[in-house]
């Protein structure tokens, strides 16, 4: 199984201080108009939020394993709950590679493959390099479009 | 080109102008009193000068909308300020609904809609036009949407749409281009389209469906006839318990009027709830049909407002049986069907159409066996140890309420902190719902599909064919985990996955779950690549016009259609 390189920790860890910061601000914010709010318990819940974050991001990169096997594409991931996913190859509708922001400027990339499905409508590989990225993309297409082929 | 009708920029004009109208006189009651900024007379012309700008808006409207239905395409012009013009290939029509409200059918108007495969909104609508041109449209555009796409297949390679009608054995999806005999026992008189009724309601099954069936909307009803009735409500409520409490006077201080009085109060709006609900549903589903012509399912429905609406067989996804607990007492059932396609119209709860609301069990059976075939399910239940888990989490939730009303009983006084006794009562409940939950739980891993089936209060069982099958999720919880249980949900392309619910097969073995997703996987494959071998052979030996798959198969043998947009497994579409 595939792990995502370790970079994407950072990824992860910078989304989970946005957020806190983002509580920061609005518990900051919602105590200028009156609200009475004690100062220690916002600096407590932020706390808390970048922590719990951080330590979530860690474990989930310790959870996260992809592999390419026959006939589907198989990841594991989730903290909280696990979940393990097949698709299908003869399921995907076409796959993307994707850079947002902090991905690029920590230098990766993720893949996101496309199904009809609604749950798992867009599953997202991310914590790749650029190299990798691209070349899983053109292998799930490859696969994809064999699988169609593949009849009597 | 054609106009839609007249009468319907009337209405329309009515209501804009009453819509501009009334906003501008807000605006000016707004400008001139609190605002001050307008005197209080001129600025009260400002309500029919709004008025008028919204008819002549509906007027305009009218005039720059146009239409045409072509050979090929259906053409719609339309827009005051931007002008829009719209050709809708008919190959892409999926469904032509048409609906009537109250004021058109007063009028003899009707709104027509246009939807075509995966779009996300309405393609095309013409509102409103006669309710005759309406009928011819609908069955215009079927006809020509028919050849259209007949033409395609003969020159393209097969898909087979082979549609074995329900009873008749016949492939009533054999369109007029064929020439293929009419196999179908029915003809619709008014528009000539060869329908088979599949289901009417009767009244008296109508009057068992609004009396069981809830509608979340009913709860307005009491909530904004409280102020009219309430005072009534609790007049009425202290004079009972005056008369059944003997001597107590009952006055404003006596907590045991009060209480009693709530739990009248409780009562009546539990009633009202009922009562608007079942009038809801009477007026939803009065005269409720279900036809199938050639390749579809048509239903139409309502009261006040009369609506239609279809059903591509090919998009059907998963077929969904629903009880109620009353129903399941009384052995009826209801019949859902989940579409791919995104056209949440206003008839349509977002891809999921009800094509049967009540019926008698072995009925509903019946019809769901013709859309995709399944023979008795035996289910297989959660482990028992499932049981255990749900009924501590009953337990839990009991004991969490009741802490919270004692919580609640220390901050707000009033409230005495015996009753947090009350949610403890729950304790006693929590194995018997944990026994009920799980006993409605499971999954049958069929021949040619998977079912999967929950809930005490509605029990839906989920009918999802290998060949419709998207991508498999098995999810453990934290909780999940330590109980060795595992949740598989099987992911189809239908729309209501995200907000009705899924097929999930709820806390079964962890082992077991993770085989399970293995052989679903190897059960999709195999069954389209059968598929593709079938319809090949198929079109090799050219239609016979008669129901060709003897082997139990549905009327619905699109090989892997799941989204009409032909990617994915559409064979023979130029690979």
Known sequence: METLDPRVRLVWITGALVTAGVL????????????????????????????????????????????????????????????????????????????????????????????????????????????????????????????????? | MTRLHPLSALTDAVQRALQFGSFALFASIMLSGPLGAVDFLPALLLAPLGALLGAGYAVARYLRFEYELGPEHLVVTSGVFSRQEREIPLRRIQNVDVSRSLVQRALGLATVRFETAGGSATEAELDAVGAEDAERLRHEVGERVRTVRDGERSTGAAVADDVGAVGTGGAAG???????????????????????????????????????????????APVFGAPFVGDAVTEGGLLLFRFLGGGREGGATDPLAAAFTAFVGLVAFAIAVWVASAALTYARYYDFRLERVADELRYERGLLGRYSGTVPLEKVQTVSVGENVAMRRLGYATLSVETAGYAPGSNRAGGAETTIPLAARGRVLDLARDLQPFGEPTFERPPTRARRRYAIRYALVSVGLAALVFGASLLWTPLPAVAAVVPLFGLALAPVAARAKWRHRGYDER???????????????????????????????????????????????????IVGGDATAHDIDGDAADGLRERLLDRLREDLSERRRGSRGRSERGRSGTGGRRDGRGPTDDAGDEVGDGTGTAEGSGL
Do not use: C, M
């Open chain 1, 24 to 152: 920061a601000l609005l518990g900051f914010g919602v105590r200028r108009f009156g609200v009475p709010f004690p100062e220690t318990a916002i600096v407590g819940v932020v706390t808390l939020a970048a922590v719990a974050g951080v330590v979530l991001a860690l474990l989930r990169y310790r959870v996260w394993r992809f592999e390419v096997r026959g006939d589907s594409l198989y990841l594991v991931r989730g903290v909280l709950t696990r979940t393990d996913t097949s698709v299908p190859f003869v399921r995907v509708q076409h796959v993307d590679t994707r850079r947002g922001p902090v991905e690029r400027a920590v230098g990766l990339a993720s893949v996101v493959v496309y199904t009809a499905g609604t749950r798992g409508a867009d599953i997202t590989i991310p914590g790749l390099t650029p190299e990798r990225a691209r070349t899983l993309r053109e292998r799930l297409r490859d696969l994809a479009t064999e699988s169609e082929l593949d009849a009597v």
């Open chain 2, 174 to 220: 054999a369109t007029g281009t064929k020439g293929a005999t009419d196999e179908s026992k029915y003809v619709d008189s008014s528009t000539d389209t060869r329908a088979e009724t599949l289901y009417e309601i009767s009244p008296g099954d109508l009057l068992v469906l609004s009396a069981i069936s809830f509608r979340p909307g009913a709860i307005a």
């Open chain 2, 447 to 497: 021949e040619r599909a998977v079912l999967t089936r929950s809930g005490f209060w509605y029990r839906n069982t989920r009918v999802v064919p290998y060949y419709r099958l998207q991508t498999v999720f098995t999810r453990r919880t934290i909780f999940q985990r330590r109980w060795d249980l595992a949740s598989l949900t099987a992911d189809t392309a239908s729309t209501t996955s």
